[in-house]
């Protein structure tokens, strides 16, 4: 009994474990799915113009690499559930078996009481004790033995209800299973598409490689100058900052960004991350890199964009077709690209999510609605996705 008992408790132990991670898939999953319907919404607006564009491609290749990341999560859910099932199995067979000895043993009591009484009827019992001592200790005796079958049906009807709570549960995973079986199906129906879609316009794109190169040349020359004014101001603002020692408030300002890291909100409500921080190889072409400042954010059409921390403006310009908003949060700032309007002007006291602008929608660029977002600690660039929330 006491093994069964140990055995019991570490089942116990194990399951919440085995049922958080299917949780943490599931919540995963959704998130996943989340950005998968952003792009789709993006994708939508770009089908006005049906040519092929470095754009879409951009997009298709996100949703690919988003899809699979959702079928790995819902093959992980699948093994975690089928580990699940297991342990509930083994636990409901255990109990099972408990269940059968203690109805075997309330039988074999109940026998063994009906023979009694046969042989002796309770009062008969009761009223032969020699003494008044005795007969206290025979009522005692007859009293626990009384107590003692009703704790008997108490447990064997406890362990029945344990068993049913396990079938229950054992039900609910296969529904939980079949639906994950049937969503992974799909998903990976629509990446075979999107894969056949991608083969299918990276080959239309590679036949315009000349103009696209110059295209890509042109584009590279003036994020690099515009990242280059950017890196002079942030140079020149840290150099002015450190002719006056920092304030409480800005203290307080770059500890508290410190310590969101990985925790900061986006600068979008909606949004896809499309190109990464740092050295990327160019989708289309095998033999080109860019090195990226900040990571590029698409999103849909009048979208929003907004301040990830609490901070002041320190700049706010005009770049080609677009404005720059760069806000300082004590030694660490961020830095906005493409905006078509403002909310706000230099020298604003601004607050996390605040609304700083919208974002520009390029309609010679197949409707693209993007943002680059960078962020400084002093004059050091950071990867801003360890910056944000996952």
């Known amino acids: 009994m006491k093994r069964i008992v140990t055995y019991l408790l570490l089942l116990c132990l194990a399951l919440p474990s085995a049922a958080d991670n299917v949780k943490q898939l599931q919540k995963q999953q959704k998130q996943l799915q989340k ?58 067979n255990t109990l099972q078996g408990e269940l059968e000895n203690l109805k075997a043993d309330y039988a074999r009591l109940v026998r063994e009481t009906h023979f009694a009484q046969m042989q002796q009827s309770p009062l008969v019992f009761l009223f032969s004790a020699e003494t008044f001592q005795q007969a206290v200790q025979r009522i005692r005796y007859m009293q626990e033995f009384a107590h003692y079958r009703q704790r008997q049906v108490a447990q064997i009807e406890a362990v029945q209800t344990d068993i049913d709570i396990k079938n229950e549960q054992l039900q609910n995973n296969r529904d939980d299973k079949q639906v994950a079986l049937k969503s992974r ?58 002719k006056t020692k920092m304030t409480k408030e800005q203290q307080l300002l770059a500890g508290g960004f410190e310590q969101n890291k990985g925790r900061l909100p986006w600068p979008v409500e909606q949004g896809t991350i499309t190109r990464h921080f740092g050295k990327q190889q160019h989708p ?12 590029y954010i698409q999103t849909v059409a009048g979208a929003g964009v907004r301040s990830i921390y609490d901070g002041e403006v320190t700049s706010c310009f005009m770049a080609g077709n677009t404005y720059a908003v760069i806000i300082q949060h004590g030694n660490y700032r961020s830095v906005y690209l493409g905006l078509s309007k403002l909310s706000i002007k230099q020298g604003d006291k601004v607050t996390a999510k605040q609304k700083i602008g919208t974002a520009y929608t390029d309609a010679e660029q197949d409707n693209k609605t993007e943002i680059q977002l960078s962020i400084y600690q002093d004059k050091t660039l950071l990867d801003p996705e360890k910056w944000i929330t996952k």
């Open 35 to 92: 950005q998968i319907a952003n792009t789709n919404k993006m994708l939508e607006q770009t089908k006005k113009n049906e040519k092929a564009s470095a754009n879409k491609l951009e997009l298709i290749n996100t949703n690919i690499q988003n899809k699979k990341k959702l079928i790995n999560s819902l093959g992980s859910e699948i093994r975690a559930l089928d580990s699940e099932m297991a342990s509930l199995t083994e636990e409901r």
């Open 185 to 242: 199906q799909r998903e990976q129906e629509d990446l075979a598409r999107d894969e056949r879609k991608q083969k299918q316009m990276l080959s239309e794109l590679q036949k315009k490689e000349k103009d696209l190169r110059a295209q890509l040349t042109n584009q590279q020359k003036k994020a690099d100058a515009l990242n280059k004014r950017i890196e002079n101001m942030i140079k020149q603002q840290v150099k002015d900052q450190a």
């Open 284 to 295: 289309i072409y095998q033999d080109v890199v860019t090195e990226n400042k900040g990571i």
